[in-house]
């Protein structure tokens, strides 16, 4: 944790202390209190416990970073109680309010301290313990999904075979640091959209710059969840499954505003995607006929990653052998991991069961299949950069504090970086560039970025099509396989750690 995030965690925890100290001097005196001490960070806290009778080793946890804010809270309630407040809006009052309530409870006439041993003689109804049991659970829920770890569902098949369709997965959150939302007025447990309402759950009244506790790099080859940094901009129509980017380039931007809804999304509340990181900051990466090199090295192949082989062989092959030979197969979506195209059979294939098709009678031969849609991935620009999925590259991942002169080739490549994630004003006039109204010929980066690819190469929309993954964007790390379903438990991937 940064020097500037522990500043941050001390100054919400003593304005919270301190804030309400006016009513809090009056609300001492009628407990017999001095009260000069409400005015003394923490000690105020002190002398509420002290008050209330509860064991003093309370007072130290105050100072777990945000957890603490809670049991200040908790202590701000258990004080009220002293005076006859026991409802429910009156400790929602104390909770949310406290610089207000506080003096009322102190300077009218009419509230007066009962005392620890009234509050023990007062019983909650049924009702209210349900209550209060409920609050508990969404707030400490909320607590565990923001700070510890977060519950999360494979939607499609890019990872596949290392993650399948409806694995339900355990992201920690503690990897590479607790991320502070973006837009802390939310819904509880939902991630952008209500269900059924179909409204935004999130209101952004209060907006959160990036800051992240504990931070830790993201690593080479580790499973991320993150937000989708193409996501920013998006269709109501389409959502995230046909980016804004790529409907305005097909239809132009004039009608793409005509025919449907705009909207956009803070980083926070942008789909979540996962993906393998193969390049950090600062690495070089290209493909080569599907191989990808990072730093001019071969890169890491997950013994689960899968990619397209065009088979032949002079036997009959079904889905049914193939599955009994011990080959993983999905047929449940548009681009099915078997069928017969003339004299070859395309199936989709681990390197360990690549060796089981090999042995299998008949075989004659298995070559990967190269994709050619040039121009038709990231930077989109196929005059100067005629990339395609499976030749891709040269291409630097930029690094937090690292400088690249701005020339008409590479600003291609870099500009959206430069202009939306890391927020710059971005003007060209007379062949020049305008940063901030300021002339630039070189631009140093403020933030760490990844490169994230799935690792069912064919079937995954990835870096390759719409760039760099900001660090501001990272959710956290796949974890741990906690259930996984298909017409029934798949009860071999139960508890399996991912790697």
Not at 202 to 215: C, D, H, N
Not at 239 to 266: C, H, M, N, Q
Not at 323 to 333: C, E, T, V
Not at 445 to 467: A, L, T, V
Request: proline share 6%.
């Amino acid at each position: 944790m940064s020097l500037h995030d522990l500043s941050v965690i001390l100054l919400i925890s003593l304005l919270m202390v301190m804030l309400p100290s006016i009513g809090l001097a009056k609300m001492f005196e009628k407990a017999g209190i001095p009260s000069w001490k409400a005015y003394i960070p923490f000690y105020n806290t002190w002398e509420m416990l002290q008050a209330a009778r509860f064991k003093k080793h309370w007072f130290f946890w105050q100072f777990i970073p945000v957890v603490g804010w809670f049991i200040t809270l908790w202590i701000f309630v258990e004080f009220v109680k002293l005076f006859g407040k026991f409802t429910f809006l009156q400790h929602a009052a104390t909770v949310l309010v406290p610089f207000l309530y506080f003096p009322y409870l102190g300077y009218s006439a009419n509230e007066r301290y009962i005392g620890p041993d009234a509050v023990k003689k007062h019983k909650k109804s049924a009702t209210r313990e349900w209550i209060d049991a409920g609050v508990f659970a969404i707030v400490a829920a909320t607590l565990i999904r923001t700070f510890v770890f977060e519950a999360y569902t494979i939607p499609t098949g890019s990872m596949e075979k290392t993650l399948l369709v409806n694995d339900f997965l355990f992201v920690s959150k503690l990897s590479y640091g607790p991320r502070i939302p973006n837009t802390p007025l939310a819904v509880p447990f939902v991630h952008h959209t209500l269900p059924v309402l179909n409204t935004k759950s999130y209101s952004e009244l209060i907006k959160l710059p990036y800051v992240r506790w504990f931070a830790s790099p993201v690593k080479r080859n580790d499973v991320v969840v993150f937000n989708f940094p193409a996501g920013d901009t998006l269709t109501k129509e389409f959502d995230s499954k046909t980016t804004y980017y790529d409907i305005v380039r097909a239809r132009g931007r004039e009608e793409t505003w005509e025919r449907f809804t705009i909207l956009t999304r803070p980083v926070d509340k942008r789909e979540n995607y996962i993906k393998r990181c193969v390049a950090v900051a600062d690495d070089t990466l290209q493909l080569i006929n599907g191989i990808l090199y990072v730093n001019n090295e071969k890169a890491f192949i997950s013994p689960t990653a899968s990619t397209f082989y065009n088979v032949r062989t002079t036997a009959q092959m079904s889905e049914e052998s193939l599955r009994d030979a011990g080959i993983l197969l999905n047929q449940d979506d548009e681009s099915p991991d078997f069928r017969q195209d003339g004299p070859y059979y395309h199936i989709n294939l681990t390197l360990s069961e690549l060796e089981i098709v090999k042995k299998l009678p008949g075989f004659q031969s298995a070559e990967p299949e190269i994709i050619d849609d040039y121009g038709a991935t990231f930077p989109n620009d196929q005059a100067h950069f005629n990339w395609s999925v499976d030749n891709f590259g040269k291409l630097w991942v930029p690094k937090k504090g690292g400088t690249i002169p701005l020339t008409p080739k590479n600003v291609i490549l870099y500009k959206r970086v430069i202009q939306v994630y890391e927020n710059n004003e971005w003007e060209e006039q007379g062949g020049k560039i305008y940063l901030n109204g300021e002339p630039a010929t070189s631009y140093t980066f403020k933030m760490n970025y990844y490169w994230m690819m799935g690792d069912n190469r064919h079937k995954s929309q990835d870096s390759r099509y719409w760039g760099f993954v900001p660090e501001d964007h990272v959710v956290g790390e796949a974890w741990m396989i906690w259930m996984s379903w298909n017409k029934g438990v798949r009860w071999n991937r139960l508890f399996k750690m991912i790697h």
